[in-house]
DNA sequence: TAATCTGTTTATCGAATGATAAAGGAGGTC
DNA sequence: GACCTCCTTTATCATTCGATAAACAGATTA
């Protein structure tokens, strides 16, 4: 009978703890991702090339080891530069959009991160909620005030509705790159980087302009409010 | 002890069997939304007010009641007006895309259909594929026709990635609604319909734009071309 | 080489799962 | 009112689940 490698680093038993651990949070989170929470700790270690009690050697209980599967997958992932990039006026606006959409998409368009995330808000977590109330007040708000200024409005008030809501459009469409590709198995394009910039550049041209018009026939017409 | 009436049509037992079949079937459509296909058939008799065994009169497996899950939440809910209306060039553009995603939004933006789609999607169903192929064939190449021809360009010609992928943008945003509603436990602006032609406007001002920048480039500087 | 430590496996438990068989019981028919 | 039809329940099975306890085995130390 030959050796039947079941994981790439083939079949040393007995590792050190820590290298172990590792192991079994990176299988865990392809394997989590691939199949849902529900899926059985003993196909995972299968898949690891190990017993599945050994798995509560390493964590007390199945719901540990999701905790550290989302630890890694979304803990730290949040570049700081992006927003002191995304607030440098020596660069133009949609240069400097499109530079921050190719980051960001970079760390978010991956089978783990979008499948995770999928499954997360399924299941009822509120890491889903709170993640995006993070998100839209570390970027969109920046974003919105960014576009502002070049549109050459007051940047001081506080952020619209509707500005915000375009904004959500155009992180979703990003977003929804993800989901065609890892949750539905569609294609998408091959060229990301051209796609932003397309994105970005189509958003750039008509949210200000929607938003102006909203503006516009504030007090006039048919004036909207908010419930 | 007081009658406690699981179902809203209280405790008459022994229905006619399609009457008793529906429930179990409108049941099953809230039951598995909310906790994916691997909710327990027990729990959902629970639901129901009746035990166990009786689903297995009715349908002879539960991958068979799902089945009809999903023919009973996404059949026949595609209205061949649409396309008509989104061709009736008597009416302004805008106003057909807004018109079209008001009664769209409609059919898919409710809770069942949401999260049973992407719960299709993560079990690896190609169900997702097949009506987002649908879809695209259905109404986004209409609509990029109607586009074009708004602008003055040629409309015959085979649509371009990038023509379908600022409408897949568009579409995503507005289902991404339902995701944030449905699956994320977000709010979402309370006028939908004052949304949507937020939407509809910020698109076509920005996507022919950007198309046409795209155009106006081509054979110029940066050529992108796709592999 | 014997003893000890500890990483790993084997064996197993109680609960929950989808599914089946048989008994019960409500309502109509003669 | 006895009988029959068939909708519904009770009882149960084999499997799979997360989790635990005990035995095994490789490595280090004396």
Redo the contacts between chains.
């Keep these: 009978m030959s050796r039947i490698p079941t994981v790439k680093t083939a079949d040393k038993r007995r590792l050190e703890p820590k290298e172990r651990e590792l192991e079994i949070v990176r299988g865990a989170v392809a394997f989590f991702a691939e199949f849902?929470f529900?899926g059985s700790t003993r196909e995972l270690a299968a898949r690891l090339g190990i017993t599945q009690p050994l798995l509560y050697r390493y964590f007390p209980s199945k719901e540990a080891l999701l905790d550290r599967v989302y630890e890694e997958v979304y803990v730290n992932r949040w570049n700081k530069e992006w927003e002191t990039q995304l607030r440098d006026r020596a660069v133009p606006l949609e240069d400097r959009l499109v530079r921050f959409y190719r980051g960001y998409a970079k760390v978010i368009l991956n089978y783990e991160w979008v499948?995770l995330f999928?499954?997360a808000?399924?299941k009822?977590l509120?890491f889903?909620?709170r993640y995006?109330a993070f998100l839209r007040s570390s970027a969109f708000d920046l974003i919105a005030r960014e576009i502002r200024l070049e549109h050459g409005m007051p940047t001081d008030g506080p952020i619209l509705?509707?500005e915000a809501?375009?904004i959500?459009?155009?992180h979703?469409?990003i977003?929804?790159l993800g989901?065609?590709q890892f949750?539905?198995?569609?294609p998408v394009?091959?060229?990301l980087d051209?796609?932003l910039a397309?994105?970005v550049?189509?958003?750039?041209?008509?949210?200000p302009?929607?938003?102006g018009?909203?503006i516009h026939q504030e007090g006039a017409g048919q004036a909207?409010r908010?419930?």
Excluded at 183 to 186: F, R, T, V
Excluded at 201 to 207: D, K, N, V
């Design positions: 849902g529900d499948r999928m499954f808000g399924l009822g509120d889903n909620a995006l509705n509707e809501e375009l959500w459009g155009l979703a469409a977003f929804y989901v065609r949750i539905y198995g569609m394009p091959d060229d051209a796609d397309l994105r550049r189509a958003f750039l041209r008509g949210m302009a929607a938003v018009d909203l909207r908010a419930g």
